[in-house]
T-cell receptor, first 115, second 113 residues
């Protein structure tokens, strides 16, 4: 069973619209979460991390974490065609050196922003 | 910005042959990782390393070896390449000083025939 599950699998929004991504973990040990973005033909690139309950905003991007429900979300406002990419949620149990610091990845959500 | 480079960018190998994928980082990061990416499977960790001359098994290590001869370099070795190892391979580095964010290379597309 996938420990980090993402939804939806794909998403299409108009330029200027809001894109929303969801991520749910099945392991209550996960404490640290990241959102990564991968454009076609490139490696993933970190968008933002979120380690505490609540919202974290960076520019057009807002992440929300609720550890009690094991749910993290990402919202992109004013979406641009350049935001079209694959978005991954990743989680880990620990930040320190060791097996528990490994990132566990979701399968990703494909976003298309239509001009 | 942190930089991770991979070589080759693409490779065609024959079944049973040996393949070496190389990764070089200039981030001064201690941690390095090898992932493979397949459609429908996302990113899966093959091997990782926290310090030079030491490697650890990830989630799918079978059929792969890793080598970390220096802080900057991390190689992935397929001693006997198989059809099932056709995939895109990514190297990444991270460090506590960068909030553990993983910086990825551009990937190597490996096709085993």
């Amino acid at each position: 069973q996938q420990k980090v599950q993402q939804s939806p699998e794909s998403l299409s929004v108009p330029e200027g619209g809001m894109a929303s991504f969801n991520c749910t973990s099945s392991d209550r040990n996960f404490q640290y979460f990241w959102w990564y973005r991968q454009h076609s033909g490139e490696g993933p690139k970190a968008l933002m991390s979120i380690f505490s309950d609540g919202d974290k905003k960076e520019g057009r991007f807002t992440a929300h974490l609720n550890k009690a429900s094991l749910h993290v979300s990402l919202h992109i406002r004013d979406s641009q065609p350049s935001d079209s990419a694959l978005y991954f949620c990743a989680a880990s149990e620990d930040l320190n050196v060791g097996d528990n610091s490994k990132l566990i990845w979701g399968l990703g959500t494909s976003l298309v922003v239509n001009p | 910005e942190a930089a991770v480079t991979q070589s080759p960018r693409s490779k065609v190998a024959v079944t049973g042959g040996k393949v070496t994928l190389s990764c070089h980082q200039t981030n001064n990061h201690d941690y390095m990782y090898w992932y493979r990416q397949d459609t429908g499977h996302g990113l899966r960790l093959i091997h990782y390393s926290y310090v030079a001359d030491s490697t650890e098994k990830g989630d799918i290590p079978d059929g792969y070896k890793a080598s970390r001869p220096s802080q900057e370099n991390f190689s992935l070795i397929l001693e006997l390449a198989s059809l099932s190892q056709t995939a895109v391979y990514f190297c990444a580095s991270s460090d506590a000083g960068d909030s553990y964010e993983q910086y990825f290379g551009p990937g190597t597309r490996l096709t085993v025939l």
